[in-house]
């Protein structure tokens, strides 16, 4: 999800840990990383569920990417331009909402 690791690099980094750590640590350090990567998820889905559950009803979709602000705005770009008409009644009805795609 974070890293993109590819097959060579995970050769790479098993050779390099059996050179550092040695063969006969090396399965228990596995088991230990392994340990650490679920309670690391654990904490993370417990953490969200919490959230969701403080900030009530209207949040039961509530996704961990949706609090990255660059994913926030674009959602919010997206509902604007998804919009038919304006918001306000001030500008005449031939007003659009000009915004450069390259900035998406």
């Known amino acids: 999800m974070f890293f993109d690791f590819g097959a060579g690099e995970l050769i790479g980094l098993a050779i390099l840990a ?14 230990d990383a392994a340990k650490f990567v679920k309670k690391a998820r654990d904490f993370a889905s417990h953490a969200t569920n919490e959230l969701k559950s403080n900030l009530g009803p209207g949040f ?3 996704d961990a990417t949706d609090l990255n602000p ?3 705005i ?7 331009l998804d919009d038919d008409s304006p918001k306000s ?3 005449p009805s031939s007003f659009a909402y000009a915004i450069d795609p390259d900035l998406l």
């Open 89 to 91: 009644t001030k500008y």
């Open 70 to 72: 660059k994913n926030f």
């Open 60 to 62: 039961e979709d509530l």
């Open 74 to 80: 674009k959602k919010q770009i997206g509902n604007v």
């Open 18 to 31: 059996m050179v550092l750590v040695g063969p006969e640590r090396l399965p228990r350090l596995a088991v």
